[in-house]
């Protein structure tokens, strides 16, 4: 298996190259030369397995530059009870006789992400230890991605954090996640000012490119290929859960934001996994929504881009949505670099001829949620289910539940747990939402960080200091 850009100017490389980069050198994003092609038959045996050892399976589709054994040994390392809470890793849980939550949210971030990450941890110390290389990981976070890179890089050889976040701007709750972390290979950086100055640091020293090679710079973010193979096998376990014959078809309900999550369960459809369809669920921010309803994509600048109650899915642009597109233009990366090109100029393209060709949109619907549609399913679903949801997930359930078809189970993804997003709990019930009993005493745990000035060249000279080299 190797991998092309979706503009079409990269050679192909095994997944091992790919890993440790980020755009491709042409400005695309990787992806898969041919997708490989799930059988019944193998869907059949695969049944009885244990999360672990389906993720060997899948995954070693994707990965044939690891020798098996090897692989195994990473997947088993990542999914295990103690880091997942059961030995289901992925529980799945009905709420109703129409829909079922896919618990992706048990690892220790109380978020999706960790799924993802927990492997790509396990990759990355795999494969820079064998090419005797390091990796000094630079980003920015207003609280939700750096604590899973965190949590999945923590204690790893080769390989050192550096995660900048706006000081005093964190719940204590995030902080307590993050800076409790006392690995010597994790960096945590309060700078003095707020997201976008972190941002705006990351941006300035990753750009440049003799510093950036001098220390080995890397990032751990959403376009990375890794973390889609990853998830890809989350929706096969949905699946096989929730099905007991070959050909029996299943829904999937996703909050949505920068097109990651949902790209795998594409690429699980497009392998032949027996979806019916994929539930797109946004918040106010609706992009993706208006795409898949007009056909026009049309990104927003981070002024138009609200400050939500779900705040993970506050994007203005959707970084994972090239590799969608250049699925939906049959792989012509020239189309990709065309469209992308046009965005640049125009700020908008438009493909409402062409989706109706590929029947029903793709396989995709799609619905916004607003505040108000937010605390009203996570009451409805508190009162009639009894089960307490976060408010990614209930953008995810109110609009699954406007696509619920007879006879089709719909699996809506999981994508935080509650404690997470207490606030938002508070004013939907009343009262807060209950911390888990694991992470119970987190926030008196002593903390481990560096406060800094928005000032690059002091990040500058900490990261030069600290680096794994
Ligand atoms: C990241 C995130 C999302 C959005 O996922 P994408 O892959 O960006 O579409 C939704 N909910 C939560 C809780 C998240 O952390």
Known sequence: ????????????????????????PDGGLAVPQTLPKLTAAQLEAWRALPYAELAFEVLSLFITDIPAADLRRLT????????????????????????SLLGLSEGPTLAFKD???????????????????????????????????????????????????????????????????????????AVRGVFDDCQDIVKALAGDLQFKADC???????????????????????????????????????????????????????????????????????????????????????????????????ISRASNFERFIFDLVGADGARVKALWTQLAKDGYFDLSGQLGEFGENYGFVAGASSHADRLATIRATYDACGVLIDPHTADGVKVAREFVEPGIPMLVL????????????????????????????????????????????????????????
């Open 76 to 99: 088993h390392a990542a999914y295990t009870p103690a880091i997942f809470g059961s030995e289901d890793i992925v529980p799945l849980r009905p709420l109703d006789d129409k829909l």
């Open 216 to 314: 080995h710079l890397g990032a751990v973010n959403s376009i990375n290929w890794g973390r889609i193979a990853a998830q890809i096998v989350y929706y096969v376990h949905g699946w096989l859960r929730a099905t007991t014959k070959a050909d029996q078809q299943v829904s999937f309900a996703v909050p949505s934001g920068n097109f990651g999550n949902i790209l795998a369960g594409h690429i699980a459809r497009r392998m032949g996994l027996p979806i019916r369809r994929l539930v797109l669920a946004t918040n106010e921010n609706n992009v993706l929504e208006e795409f898949f309803r007009t056909g026009m994509y049309r990104p927003r600048s981070a002024q138009q881009t609200h400050a939500t109650s779900s705040p993970s899915m506050d």
């Open 115 to 189: 799924m993802a990450m927990q492997f790509l941890g396990q990759a990355f110390e795999y494969v820079l230890t064998k090419r005797g290389t390091t990796l000094n990981i630079l980003g920015a976070t207003s609280g939700d991605t750096g604590s899973a890179a965190e949590y999945a890089l923590r204690g790893k050889k080769g390989v050192s954090v550096f995660m900048l976040s706006p000081h005093g701007r964190m719940s204590s709750f995030q902080r307590a996640q993050m800076y409790s972390l006392q690995d010597a290979n994790i960096h945590n950086i």
């Open 414 to 469: 999981e994508t935080a747990l509650p404690a997470k997003f207490s606030d938002t709990i508070q004013e939907a019930l009343g009262r807060p939402a209950p911390p888990p009993a694991a992470l119970a005493g987190l926030e008196s745990l002593p903390q481990r960080f560096e406060v800094m000035d928005n000032d690059a060249e002091a990040v500058r000279r900490y990261v030069r200091e600290h680096a794994a080299l």
């Open 1 to 24: 298996m190797n991998y092309v850009s979706t503009r079409g100017g990269m050679a192909p490389l095994p997944f091992s190259d790919i890993l440790l980069e980020g755009l491709a």
